[in-house]
Each structure stands twice: as structure tokens, then as C-alpha cells.
């Protein structure tokens, strides 16, 4: 879009045959039921630096944000419940409710936010090049001193068990931070995982939440008016099968039919890594090139359950829970760890981590009136199964599995949440596979497009020496969630590689 807006002729082909990848909304159950297929927060989107120059203009082409005051929670076996709210003294009050010394350290935090986001946010909105972010840490040594700059450091490069034991004495508030690292490929003691629940906390107390009027292709729909009204197209249902070269320059692309795109300034692939050796045949001219992209390291799988509702969920920790965004089902760190573990062996969990998603709790127009839809994310699952944990489920086909292991969820939904199932007017489940068949960006249904820990991140997304979308083939760049800075809504990967091609 960008590069539309700068003069470019954009051709944006397609291989699914609705636009969005992971951000589209369809009538998944029922007519007039509208369910994010993936995506459903556009926080992201809102505070973006690409949403600060276009947001106008989007907002013009009918993109509509729903806020949420009442942000994230989390439900527990012993009938308790915390959330984040952005009303006065709301999160505190809970807070203390299981422990003052918490509820002070969450003071301090909060106090503590705008000066530490400064400099996080320029860091995660910054092209990775060594240059610009060793200016960015003089600027924090300078202004903020020695200590404040390593603390920064530390937090960076900190597991979300580490940050969060030693922040706060409640196991109810560590868990319900720590839940948010799940989202992020990030278990309780990898390392590099604390800045999310820190991010996700202290940005949903300060700003909300946000997420699409209607849908999260509210997004999608607006920025496909804006390409086409700086002359570009967008064709669906042409999926690319190779990347054209001339004279060791990308010069278009071919089509599965035969069919040829020429490009006279760049082919900019918007794929996972292994997508992209796909793309060239399998050799780039760079073997080590290659090597990296083809060891590309992919998170855990992902499940989702759409469901068709007559009422919001019955939470037996509190009514108010009816009016968050995002339910966590993540009772424990021990628990989160534990899920971990068993799905990266290609176990289905015994116990997975649930996103409960409520939408029409803040945007009622994705249901008829009265009813409502729910957005249930499985976190985590294997893409390949080889046993079940729990020692129940004999199949291995994703296929038959899918339902089987649905009912598992809903279980435990229904332990927190009892006549749910009476609530359900119809389902679709969604298996890892079934995500990736439609995008094959998300491998074996990582919904983030490759994990974000130490070893692939910053510098490293997606290897060394590419973390700006650099390929070994002229004209031909990378961009997309395996890109610097990653996964989520920001569309940052590809507004600095516009900027870095057509100029700011």
C-alpha cells in the first residue's frame, strides 16, 4: 500500500481465495454469524507506525476500530479470576485483593511504562540494522543512564517466569500475565519472553484493546480499497509457483497455470521461509542462504473452534467476566510449561492452554441480535501427532482427531463455564493443518509464522544478515511474520521494507 501511495504499479496475487491470510472474518457456522478465521486483536494495528500515516485515509475506506476497556482475564481452579481493565484503580483493586505487595509492584510498573515503552516501541518499530539500534541504546544510555539502559537489557532477554517471580508474589497475577507468552511461542522459561506479558499488561492497562468493527477484515477490506485506488490490483486465487530470474535479478513471478507477471523494480514474497526456497526451486545462489531458510525453526501448532452462540458463556468466577475481550484458561506456570512440552513432543495436550475469545461482548454486530459468537484459540498443539497425553485419543489423522479432541476443549470450558454446551448452536473446528492448508505460511498451524525465541529473533528473524527482508537474489525481498519484527497486526515487516524501497 505504501509503495501504491508512492508512485509504484502494486500487483498483489493471492493464493487463497479470500483475501487476508490470517485476518479475515467469515460466517463460519451460521449466516449472519461473522468469526475471525485467526486473527482477532488489532491493538497492533492501531498503534502502528503505518497506521499513523494511513489511518485517515483507512478509517475513510470503512476500517473500524471496536474498543475494549475490559481487555484480558483469567478464570482458576480454585474459583478465582483476575483482569486487566483500563477504568481508574479497576486492575489495582484486584490486585490487591490477593496481595498489596503485587498491587504496588504493579503501581511502580505502571509509573515505570511510558519512559520504558519509549524505547521499546522504537525498538520493536525500527528497521533490525546494527546502526539504528546502537544509537537507539546511546540515546538510553545517555538520557536514562547506565543501570536503567542494562534493567531494559535484562527484561529483553528474561523468561517470562524470571520477570514475573520476581516482580509479583501471586500466582494468579504470574499466570495471567504469563499467558500472553503462550501467544508468542514463549513457555514460562524460555528466555527472551518476558517483554510480552510486560507489553500486553502495561499497553491493554494504558491504551485497551482494540479489535475490528464487524470483523477483523475490516482491516483487510480497507487496505485492498486503498492499493486499488493508487492503481494496484489484488487478484486472489493465483497461487505463485516460482519466482522468475533474469541475469541474476528477480524479474517476475510464474503462476501454477503457466502464467507469467513481469516486474521491473521488485518481487517481494510475503511467505515463511521454507515457502520461499519453494519459490526459487530450492537454490537462491547462496547456500548458506538456503541453509538458514531451510532450518527455519516453526512454533507449535495451533487449533481453533468457532462456535455460534445463544449466550455468552455462564464464567462461575464472576458475571463480569462476560464483559472481557479475551478469557485465559492458563491456570499455572507449571501448567503452561507442561502444555508446552507435550505438544512440541507431538503430544495433544491433556490440558491446553485456551484464548476464549468473546467479540460480540465488545462489538455485538458479528451475531443477530441476542446471540453471539466465540473465538476459542488451542494453544498449544502439535502439527504432526504422535499420542496423546492424556492417553484417550488412539488417531493421529488431524482430519478425525480434530473433533474428538474439540469435545476435550469444551470440556474445559465447561468446568469454568458450566451450560456452555446448551449455549452452542452450532461449530466449526479448525485443525493445525486445516490452517495451513489455507495459508501455507502458517506451518503445521504455527499461527506466528516461526518461533520468536533468542536464536530467531531481532538479528536473527529470519537469519543473519536478512532480518530486513534481504535475499541473495537481486530485487527479491522477504517480508511477512518470519521478518523482523515478527509475528501480529503491526504490519510492521512490510511498511520498513516499503519505506526501505519507495522512501518515507
Same mark, same amino acid.
Given at each position: ?31 449472519? =454469524? ?16 503505518? =497506521? ?9 475506506? +470503512? ?51 511510558? +519512559? ?20 537507539? =541504546? ?116 510464474? =503462476? ?41 525453526? *516453526?512454533?507449535? +501448532?495451533?487449533?481453533?473452534? *468457532? ?108 468446568? *469454568? ?62 517480508? +511477512? ?24
Amino acid at each position: 500500500m505504501h509503495l501504491g501511495a508512492k508512485g509504484w504499479r502494486v500487483g498483489v496475487f493471492e493464493q487463497a481465495q479470500t483475501p487476508g491470510g490470517a485476518v479475515k472474518t467469515l460466517e463460519l457456522t451460521e449466516p449472519g =454469524f461473522r468469526h475471525d478465521w485467526a486473527a482477532m486483536n488489532l491493538s497492533m494495528l492501531a498503534g502502528s507506525g503505518f =497506521f499513523k500515516e494511513y489511518g485517515e485515509d483507512l478509517s475513510g475506506r +470503512g476500517l473500524e476500530f471496536a474498543p475494549a476497556s475490559h481487555c484480558f482475564a483469567s478464570v482458576f481452579d480454585d474459583g478465582k479470576w483476575f483482569g486487566v481493565s483500563t477504568g481508574q484503580g479497576e486492575t489495582r483493586a484486584r490486585i490487591a485483593a490477593f496481595s498489596e505487595a503485587d498491587a504496588e509492584a504493579w503501581d511502580q510498573l505502571c509509573e515505570e511504562f511510558p +519512559g520504558t515503552a519509549e524505547y521499546v516501541f522504537a525498538l520493536l518499530g525500527s528497521p533490525m540494522q546494527m546502526h539504528i539500534h546502537m544509537r537507539l =541504546f546511546a540515546k538510553a544510555l545517555y538520557r536514562k543512564g547506565f543501570a536503567w539502559t542494562v534493567d531494559l537489557m535484562r527484561l529483553l532477554i528474561s523468561s517470562p517466569r524470571k520477570f514475573l517471580t520476581e516482580t509479583f508474589e501471586t500466582d494468579h497475577v504470574r499466570a495471567t500475565l504469563a499467558a500472553w507468552g503462550m501467544h508468542l511461542d514463549f513457555a514460562p522459561d524460555l528466555a527472551g519472553g518476558a517483554v510480552f506479558p510486560y507489553l500486553e499488561s502495561m499497553a491493554n492497562q494504558h491504551f485497551g484493546m482494540v479489535i475490528g468493527k464487524g470483523g477483523a477484515d475490516t482491516a483487510t477490506r480497507a487496505l485492498i480499497s486503498k492499493i486499488e485506488a493508487s492503481g494496484g490490483e489484488v487478484h486472489c486465487g493465483k497461487r505463485v509457483a516460482k519466482v522468475l530470474r533474469k541475469d541474476g535479478k528477480a524479474s517476475g513471478v510464474a =503462476f501454477e497455470d503457466g502464467a507469467e507477471v513481469k516486474a521491473s523494480r521488485a518481487v517481494i514474497a510475503n511467505v515463511a521461509p521454507g515457502g520461499l526456497m519453494d519459490l526459487l526451486e530450492g537454490k537462491s545462489g547462496d547456500s548458506v542462504f538456503d541453509t538458514k531458510m531451510n532450518k527455519f525453526s *516453526h512454533a507449535p +501448532g495451533t487449533m481453533m473452534i *468457532h462456535l455460534a452462540l445463544d449466550g455468552l458463556p455462564d464464567w462461575t468466577a464472576g458475571e463480569e467476566l462476560k464483559q472481557f475481550a479475551y478469557v485465559h484458561i492458563a491456570p499455572s506456570l507449571d501448567q503452561m510449561a507442561r502444555t508446552y512440552q507435550q505438544a512440541n513432543a507431538g503430544l495433544l495436550p491433556d490440558e491446553p492452554v485456551l484464548v476464549v475469545g468473546q467479540p460480540t461482548a465488545v462489538d455485538p454486530s458479528r451475531a443477530p441480535e441476542g446471540k453471539h459468537v466465540l473465538w476459542v484459540q488451542v494453544r498449544m498443539v502439535p502439527g504432526e501427532i504422535k499420542g496423546d497425553a492424556a492417553d484417550e485419543i488412539s488417531q493421529a489423522d488431524w482430519s478425525v482427531v480434530k473433533d474428538i479432541y474439540a469435545e476435550r476443549v469444551l470440556a474445559l470450558i465447561e468446568r *469454568h463455564a458450566p451450560g456452555l454446551k446448551s449455549k452452542i448452536r452450532s461449530r466449526a473446528v479448525v485443525s493445525p493443518l486445516d490452517l495451513q492448508a489455507d495459508n501455507p505460511n502458517l506451518v503445521g498451524g504455527d499461527q506466528i509464522a516461526g518461533s520468536h525465541h533468542l536464536s530467531q529473533n531481532f538479528l536473527f528473524r529470519p537469519a543473519l544478515g536478512h532480518a530486513t527482508g534481504k535475499t541473495p537474489v537481486d530485487r527479491l525481498h522477504l517480508t +511477512g511474520a518470519s521478518v523482523w519484527p515478527g509475528a501480529g497486526t503491526g504490519a510492521g515487516s512490510g511498511y520498513m521494507l516499503a519505506q526501505k524501497l519507495g522512501g518515507k
